[in-house]
T-cell receptor, first 116, second 111 residues
């Protein structure tokens, strides 16, 4: 257990439905990352937050995806109008960035999404 | 061509064998991570290094910045080492925030 939790661990939904995932980072961590991992592939970056500010979004994050970190603590990732191609493991990671030190990211267990 | 390449993709070893997993990258980096992912998805960070060598227990990670290459070694391998090992780099010239991941090396250690 790294201290990063994600909920739910598994989600099965029908195409066209909306889903929302939650990530609770390690409490003092100021950075929070979302990644997506499909079967047999390494994770791919989606977006990250520094405190409550969303600083970067990958081109993978289409308009159907939105992420928030309203109080700089937990984060949510919402997917609207899900498609079968959204089926993947969604990973959250957090870190404490204290420049100039490089940060180590701590990963949550992931949320496995299956879109039928 | 992926920016981070790992080899081999799959590796089967007998308990006790010395194991090496390789990672090559094509971008300038500020740091390289070795991660371990067990079935079910959980990822654990093993090492973060920007130069030289690090050791933790039976695990050793080395990096050669000039050759853009890193290796992860496992000495006296054990079945509990069975997992996917992922190399990831922090792109020095690009985003400040994200890691670029390799596809992983699936290790299976037989008793």
């Amino acid at each position: 257990d790294t201290g990063v939790s994600q909920d739910p661990r598994h989600k099965i939904t029908k195409r066209g439905q909306n889903v929302t995932f939650r990530c609770d980072p390690i409490s003092e961590h100021n950075r929070l990352y979302w990644y997506r991992q499909t079967l047999g592939q390494g994770p791919e970056f989606l977006t990250y937050f520094q405190n409550e500010a969303q600083l970067e979004k990958s081109r993978l994050l289409s308009d159907r995806f939105s992420a928030e970190r309203p109080k700089g603590s937990f984060s949510t990732l919402e997917i609207q109008r899900t498609e079968q191609g959204d089926s993947a493991m969604y990973l959250c990671a957090s870190s404490l960035v204290t420049p100039p030190r490089l940060d180590t990211q701590y990963f949550g267990p992931g949320t496995r999404l299956t879109v039928l | 061509k992926n920016e981070v390449e790992q080899s081999p993709q799959n590796l089967t070893a007998q308990e006790g064998e010395f194991i090496t997993i390789n990672c090559s990258y094509s971008v300038g980096i500020s740091a390289l991570h070795w991660l371990q992912q067990h079935p079910g998805g959980g990822i654990v960070s093993l090492f973060m290094l920007s130069s030289g060598k690090k050791k933790h227990g039976r695990l050793i990670a080395t990096i050669n910045i000039q050759e853009k290459h890193s290796s992860l070694h496992i000495t006296a391998s054990h079945p509990r080492d069975s997992a996917v090992y992922i190399c990831a780099v922090r792109d020095y010239g690009g985003s400040q925030g994200n890691l670029i991941f390799g596809k992983g090396t699936k290790l299976s250690v037989k008793p």
